[in-house]
DNA sequence: TCAGGCGACGGGCTTACTTCA
DNA sequence: CATGAAGTAAGCCCGTCGCCT
């Protein structure tokens, strides 16, 4: 789904523009992007790829939504794509599902290597670990998770993630929304999770923060046609103002005319024709 | 009891890489 | 050796399910 929303007259890059040569197409796709021009003079721009990310930029998403300073532009854009890590390169030698947490397959060099080149400074810096006890009583459901599983093939197990697990994942999530396969075991073994869950952690996180933001923009339109709207319906009663002179000025010969010192519109001559026009 | 949040899953798509004729 | 088709793996998005609060 592609959004392209133009309204009024200022320029405004095309999606083709917008996504780039080096654009991940494939994670275009669904992404929320449009231009918005409105005509003003100034030139304002957001770039939409994570969940509102208020501060500097030319709006600001606060809780109730936009707070409007009449931007002209509106280029809402994928944030730029990530490269992927190839798993082969990374050599893990251990299977992507359904990893044995007891036993950590990453290395403790491999991991602090993980974590220094990842943007995610936090996972250094926090390193906890979750498998014992930290987690609570979720992550102990969680790491008995696997045998379960195990057990019970059919019925989908429901987990609920601890609130120190939820927010180490908001944390890495506000640093970077995507994932790459090392991180991503990385965040597993400090949370005592599977990779797999890690992976729908970030997908379903994804995928609200794309809903949220889709929410707030909607509003943020929606208060936008409205200034159109009363703008458009001003401009019209001043097209019907001029009008109406203009019919006057074509009806009363030039000479005749006079204007009001006051408020400066064009009056007709006071009756009778011979005397001279008076000011309103 | 009901609604909303959220973890989990399956299906479809794209991309990168490998194999083979 | 170069090349294009077919196969495979992995990641992502989307829609949905169903548990839990």
Redesign the pocket.
Known sequence: ?ELTLSLGESKERSLEEIAGDGGD???M??ELGFCMGLGFAQERRVEVGEESRGGDEGLKVEEGGWSVDLPVQLNLLPLAPIP?L???QLALPWS?EDMNLETPPVEEEEERAAILSSPIRMVSSLHMNFASGGGGVAAERASS?GSDEEENDK???????SKEQ?AFLEESFKEQN??N?KL?FVLAKQLNLRP??I??????R???S?LKQMEIDCEFLKRRCEMLREENSRLHKEVTELRAIKSFHIQVPPTTLSICPSCERVSPPASPPQSPPTPR
């Open positions: 789904m197409r494939q994670s796709g669904m992927r190839d798993s082969t992507t998770r019925g989908r197990k429901k987990l609920r993630l939820s995507t994932l396969p991503k797999r869950q992976e729908v952690w970030f997908q379903n994804r995928a609200r794309k």
